[in-house]
């Protein structure tokens, strides 16, 4: 495998860029190495600018859940294009597509469009602080919610892997308002709650996060969320930018039975198109601008093109939900594959799974917050890495990263991936 092309567009990159990339992770910092540069994608695939071939286990972070450039999505954003590619007022489809989400999602009964993630959940928390009047919220540590200030305290994903999470550029003023608790654990909820009765806004959290590594939610952990809310007032927010429209339809929140107050979304619901939502209960979102007072706004949100790719996209998984079974039989086939091959050649490494979403941690030890994350090996998770790139395999550059898998997948493809990872492992345990 020849890479020549990323290695001179990297080089040149960090002339004109920081860091040579447009978001932290891709850099490749946490492990080793210079990043891939990715020339197109198709299906499974992803092509890098040396025409090398890689099956993809990130789709984009997620929003590929169908796999690259299918062939619907971008036949809408074609035709959509035909009409002009901005117009700031609203449109037919923004109400199809809010219709849809709302009929999709259990919690959400009106939803505001934005551009991103971090839009959702900046907005989420203002919200909730316009309706209840209050000033703190609760955010379990290692989970990413974006990269709004308030956010970047103990924040997961790139934040781990750059080894700043408490960013310089936050206020102390800001920090102060972002109360942490860990993941799994309802008496340390109860210990915030009572320590600022009526003080707390919010609780955000990822459902089951991804962003520090998958990890699930124990046993009545969500309803456990949900009561202490209703007792104190507090809302609720289910941020499922990452678990919306991919461990069911209606997210996490329709899998686990636990309703939120508010739910933030992102990634798929924009089928590839820079898209962010958030939405909740009626009495919750008409507080927002102008049909009340907390103000949101965006020159670009609803965007006809995005609305098109999401629009798409959202119709096609409402109406086959085939899809998640499929997703489902190929997230267990891969997760089990490889607890098969790490138990054959004598390891003990912990697998977490769910659907189609999976990590593959290197610590023996259960992983179920961000504390028992943190004991994976993370050198050697760099030498796996790099140990199935070469082997055409992607995978999210950081041990702090879940796996997204799409539909693209066949059972071919099932095997490559999981011969590779049985060379990749016996490679890296050498002597
Ligand atoms: C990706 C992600 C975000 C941020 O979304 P962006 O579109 O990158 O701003 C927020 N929350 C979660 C759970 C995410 O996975």
Request: aromatic residues 8%.
């Amino acid at each position: 495998m020849q890479i020549t092309q990323s290695k001179n567009l990297f080089e040149k990159a960090k002339n004109f860029i920081p860091g040579g990339v447009n978001s932290p992770v891709r850099a490749f910092r946490a492990v080793g190495g210079d990043p891939i540069f990715i020339k197109k994608a198709d299906g499974a695939f992803i092509y890098d600018e040396d025409d090398n071939a890689y099956i993809e286990m990130i789709n984009s972070w997620g929003p590929m859940i169908l796999g690259h450039n299918h062939p619907m999505i971008r036949e809408a954003v074609i035709k959509a294009m035909e009409n002009g590619t901005s117009f700031g007022a609203p449109t037919a489809r923004e109400v199809e597509i809010a219709e849809l989400i709302v009929s999709m999602v259990p919690s959400v009964e009106k939803v505001r469009m934005v551009n991103s993630g971090t839009e959702a959940t900046m907005s989420a928390i203002r919200v909730a602080r316009g309706f209840t009047g209050r000033d703190k919220f609760i955010k379990m540590e290692g989970h990413y919610h974006g990269h709004g200030d308030s956010f970047l305290i103990s924040a997961g994903s790139g934040a781990i892997t750059m080894g700043n999470p408490d960013s310089p550029g936050v206020t102390k003023g800001t920090a102060k308002d972002t109360l942490l608790a860990p993941y799994n654990n309802l008496e340390a909820i109860e210990e915030l709650v009572a320590a600022n009765r009526n003080e707390i806004a919010a609780l955000i959290l990822e459902p089951v996060p991804g962003n520090m590594g998958l990890a699930l939610p124990k046993e009545g952990y969500l309803q456990g969320l949900r009561d202490i809310c209703n007792r104190e007032g507090i809302v609720l927010i289910f941020d499922e930018v990452m678990t919306g429209f991919r461990l069911a339809k209606g997210g996490a929140q329709e899998l686990f039975g636990v309703t939120p107050d508010m739910t933030t979304l992102g990634k798929i619901i924009g089928g590839g198109m820079p898209v962010g939502a958030y939405g909740g209960k009626k009495e919750i979102m008409e507080h927002v601008s102008p049909a009340g007072p907390v103000y949101q706004a965006g020159t670009l949100s609803g965007n006809p093109i995005a609305m098109a790719a999401g629009l798409t996209m959202l119709n096609y998984l409402n109406d086959h939900a085939e899809v998640y079974s499929q997703l489902n039989s190929i997230g267990e086939k891969i997760a089990t594959g490889i607890k098969e091959t790490v138990s054959s050649l004598g390891l003990n490494y912990t697998v977490n799974h769910l659907g189609s979403m999976y990590s593959l941690f290197f610590t023996g030890e259960e992983v179920y917050d961000f504390g028992t994350a943190k004991h994976a090996d993370t050198a050697l998770f760099g030498k796996y890495f790099q140990a199935m790139l070469k082997r055409g395999i992607y995978l999210a550059p950081s041990q702090f990263e879940s796996l997204f898998l799409s539909t693209a997948l066949t059972d071919d493809l099932i095997k490559n991936i999981l011969d590779a990872n049985k060379e990749a492992l016996k490679e890296i345990h050498q002597p």
